[in-house]
């Protein structure tokens, strides 16, 4: 599983993602490096933990083959240019992320293109990292699926709490801790 043909990576990210931007490329690059750094043989071998919901998100996705409804893209909001990809088969993960540097010239058409042949050690930082992941957070069938005790809802793969105050559970996060929503009349 390696990206050999970085511009035909490229154009399939620019199609799904909608327009061609110095985050697909990026995010191609980002990838390109975390699969061979990872060596996973097949994309049921690979996690991906992916820390922005920019554009980069989508190049990743599409240029891993890994999703958020098959479990192994993972999503964590931490605003960073950066992405985590774990060889389950091989129990080895590693850490990509964009070098620390000036951004004062990462924009216009100059910018993209350049991302696309800068060598990995002027762009990019790389460190072998160990992720813990529980086995319900692994691919595959819920292996636990509960009812909220106040909204009814199910909830599915350990995502459930209980209320520390009173032992109520089980109980889904937006129960216990508030939803990013509220009702509407």
Known sequence: MLI????ETLQRCV?????????QSLGVRI??????LAMPEKVKDL?????????????????TGTRLGRRNLKYVDYGRMAATFINLKEDVA????????????????D?????????????????????SLKPEELPG??????QCAKCGEKVFDGKDLADPAT????????CLLGAYYEEAD
């Open 31 to 36: 990838a390109k490096k975390g699969l061979e």
């Open 15 to 23: 199609d799904y993602h909608g327009h061609f931007c110095a985050g």
């Open 111 to 131: 910018a993209k293109e350049r991302v696309l042949t800068v060598p990995d050690e002027e762009l990019l930082c790389w460190k072998k990292v160990k992720v």
């Open 167 to 174: 032992g109520v559970g089980p109980l889904c996060r937006a």
């Open 4 to 7: 050999t043909d970085v511009r």
């Open 141 to 146: 069938k819920p292996l636990r699926i509960v």
């Open 47 to 63: 996690i991906v933990f992916i820390e922005n919901d920019r554009c980069i998100a989508d190049a990743v996705l599409i240029a």
């Open 94 to 109: 590693w850490r990509v992320s964009l070098k620390p540097r000036d951004s004062s010239d990462d924009s216009g058409e």
